[in-house]
């Protein structure tokens, strides 16, 4: 699934805070210059992705058309891997996949097996979380990504995807799956 890399850069922060490094312990500022932007995970994936998004064995799925439309979604889902959809299991999934849900059940979708044992291995606080349940926030970044490191993203973009693509935003990747 792809998403906006200013809210990837934030969730992947958030994640990591609490997974690899005590929360609070070091900056966004710093987590994205030392380790989201040096990676270039993120286009890179769009890189590879890219020229098979039309493949029968492929399904492009953008975070913030889910969240605008998860009925829709579910119905693609479902689809694409030869589900028979009816209405009562339609509406199970929609409920299940609800962030009220979600927090609810965090416990379910807590990592704890994986917590306990790298907080030993990496000496972290054994009482840590890593639950993958925030908030179901699109746009989020929009007031907690530093305004620098947004335009060192859209840098990033238009020479990884925009020379490549003619995308000159995530915006217009977002459109370009929909048609």
């Known amino acids: 699934m792809l998403r906006n890399p200013s809210d990837a850069l934030l969730s992947d922060y958030l994640f990591c805070g609490g997974m690899f490094f005590e929360k609070g312990s070091i900056s966004l500022e710093t987590f994205a210059r030392e380790d989201f932007i040096p ?3 993120i286009w890179n994936h769009i890189l590879a992705f890219w020229d098979r998004r039309k493949d029968e064995n492929v399904l492009p799925l953008c975070y913030e058309n889910m969240k605008a439309d998860l009925p829709q979604t579910i119905e693609r889902v479902a689809s694409f891997i030869g589900i028979q959809l009816d209405e009562e299991l339609k509406q199970i999934v929609l409920k299940q996949s609800d962030i009220k849900f979600m ?15 790298r907080s030993a291995a990496m ?3 054994l009482d840590g979380q890593l639950s993958k349940v925030r908030n179901g926030v699109v746009g989020e970044s929009k007031l907690a990504v530093p305004d620098d490191i947004k335009k060192e993203l859209e840098d990033i973009w238009r020479e990884e995807i925009t020379s490549k693509f003619g ?13």
């Not at 927090?103 to 044992?117: G, K, L, M, P, V």
């Not at 995308?167 to 977002?174: A, F, K, Q, V």
Request: net charge negative; aromatic share 6%; glycine share 2%.
């Open 167 to 179: 995308l000159n935003s995530y915006e217009d990747l977002r459109k370009e799956l929909m048609m």
């Open 39 to 41: 990676g270039r995970d």
């Open 103 to 117: 927090r609810e059940h965090e416990a379910q979708f807590e990592d704890h097996i994986i917590r306990e044992t």
């Open 123 to 125: 000496r972290l606080p």
